[in-house]
């Protein structure tokens, strides 16, 4: 099954600053990589995926890289903002194929006005 | 579409009751799956439903278990609550089995006294 790891666990940046979020797996086969913000009191939200076929996936201030020969994939937030402060967490399937996810530990992140 | 709705939000019982969680998924999900979130252990996958019918399992003893109906509603039960078991209680639908995107409820906050 897979194992993935994340680091750092906690990040504090200065607003406008860039953050950076490391997460390794352990499968080879695994297929798809989802990251989930979620803020104090609420729902772990999807705010970007990557599926194996691609090396890097941007949507606005936030960018995912993958890179399966080191079977590793990263967050980076560009432009931090105070409303970007949460727990990110990173995630890969548990088993090849389409099974549920096996996730990191989080990492939360502060961004400071 | 309506998202991911799971009641109570809120629960407070003491150490041997047993516990019933609801979730039903967005329109049209056939997959259920559910989580336990604390803060020691982070996201940890309990089991998951799809058409009735358990796909995969997490690691939890036998107290937890759950179900789906045939309007792809699910439900899980804890029986002789302990106090480790207090935690947030996660559920995320995905449209089938083939589907990787997951997409979490506001989750279930259980307390154990």
């Known amino acids: 099954g897979e194992n993935v790891e994340q680091h750092p666990s906690t990040l504090s940046v200065q607003e406008g600053d860039s953050a950076v979020i490391k997460c390794t797996y352990s499968?080879?086969?695994?297929?798809?990589f989802p990251w989930y913000k979620q803020e104090l009191g609420k729902r772990p939200q999807l705010i970007i995926d990557?599926?194996?076929?691609?090396g890097e996936k941007k949507d606005q201030r936030i960018a995912v890289t993958l890179n399966k020969t080191a079977k590793h994939f990263s967050l980076h937030i560009t432009e931090t903002q105070p409303e970007d402060s949460a727990v990110y967490f990173c995630?890969?399937?548990?088993?090849?194929?389409?099974?549920?996810?096996?996730f990191g530990k989080g990492t939360r992140l502060s961004v400071i006005a | 579409k309506a998202g991911v709705t799971q009641t109570p939000r809120y629960l407070i019982k003491t150490r041997g009751q047993q516990v019933t969680l609801s979730c039903s998924p967005i329109?049209?999900?056939?997959?259920v799956s559910w989580y336990q979130q604390t803060p020691g252990q982070g996201l940890q996958f309990l089991f998951e439903?799809?058409?009735?019918?358990?796909?995969n399992k997490g690691n939890f003893p036998g107290r937890f278990s759950g179900r789906q109906f045939s309007n792809s509603r699910s439900e899980m039960n804890v029986s002789t609550l302990e106090l480790g078991d207090s935690a947030l209680y996660l559920c995320?639908?995905?449209?089938?089995?083939?589907?990787?995107?997951?997409?979490f409820g506001p989750g279930t906050r259980l307390t154990v006294l």
């Open positions: 995320a639908s995905r449209g089938g089995p083939t589907t990787d995107t997951q997409y």
């Open positions: 329109s049209g999900h056939r997959s």
């Open positions: 439903y799809f058409s009735e019918t358990q796909r």
């Open positions: 499968d080879s086969a695994s297929n798809y």
């Open positions: 990557i599926r194996s076929n691609v």
């Open positions: 995630a890969a399937p548990r088993d090849s194929g389409n099974t549920p996810l096996v």
